[in-house]
């Protein structure tokens, strides 16, 4: 049996959803108890657990991925004068916590093949007021973290992950999330790990950061209504918390069906007009999304399409780009490959429930095409 008659969709939240219901209403009920709504002790079980996972000695949980680097930022330092590395093809946030530090992203093109941040094109946009470099272990695959922090070392600058798309994926054996100064994660509901609501978190081994960002994201606050600086509400919510300590225990296998499908794709998909990322040495994805691309993007998508198949983009606009970023008077062909990847990428359905079947008809319909 196939499944023509129905749509699969790039992304499906429901079943997953069905699956852990009882459970999680379950913790809900006991968050409610004990009205532990903001903060609390669902928060720091979640973030004692996630410490665990990512074999990290700290975490902080935040309400959401974007202010999770907007503090990682703070909590370096970096600000007003300062600039920072960020790649041109990723999601927008990650340059977001940048600017609203008040310092200024600098985009770097990606690799061709692997799609991610291109080690050898940092070194000449460094100036000396760069601060740092993110990393985007993008659609999940973890980037080359070896180069890209070669080159951090080597210019005395910190190495922040961004790891929102990247929960249990695995850079030499070791899962991300300790790599460098800092990792940000983000948990809102379509992410491999997501939230019944928003969230994030910043892992880190260092203690100095671990207290600086646990008062920033309290109104700059350790004694309630003393307030060393400027600080934000950026707590992360207790039903939050709890519902992300149930889904922790099951992300391992969730994680596996997805390298499962991914593995069909790739060992399944024979079709010439069909590119697939690269994986940099040593990089094990947890395949956040399966990205192709072809050169005629349009007529794919019709071809999906009308095989009852709904993909999604990501993303059609590099950030180097986008409007929010023209005062940065960067112009098309400045990042080719980035560039090449927004226009021609198509995202295949991805997601741990998706049955055997709708894999098969997938393939097949591409191999059609
Ligand atoms: C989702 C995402 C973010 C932002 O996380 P939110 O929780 O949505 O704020 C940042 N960077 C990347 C690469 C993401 O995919």
Redesign the pocket.
Known sequence: MNSTSTTINCLDLKKQHQQVKAEIFAAFEKVYENTAFSGGPFVEEFEKAFCNYTQTKYCVGVN????A?HLAMLALGIGHGDEVIVPAN??I??AWGVSYSGAAPVFVDCDKDTWEIDAKKIEEKITPKTKAIIG?H?YGMPFDVEAVKAIGDKHKLFLIE?A??AQGARYKNKTVGGFGEMA?F???PG?NLGACG???GITTNNEKYYKHLQSLRNHGSTVRYYHDELGFNMRMGGLEGASLTIKLKYLEGWNNRRREIAKQYLSKIKNPKIKMQQQPVGADSIYHLFVVTTEDKDAFLKHLQSNGINPGFHYPVPCHLQKAYAHLNYKVGDCPNSEYLAAHCISLPMYAELGDEDVNHVINIINKY
Do not use: I
């Open positions: 959401n991925g974007t202010s680097l990723t999601f946030a990650t985007v993008l961004d929102a798309q940000c983000s948990f809102y992410k928003e969230g994030g």
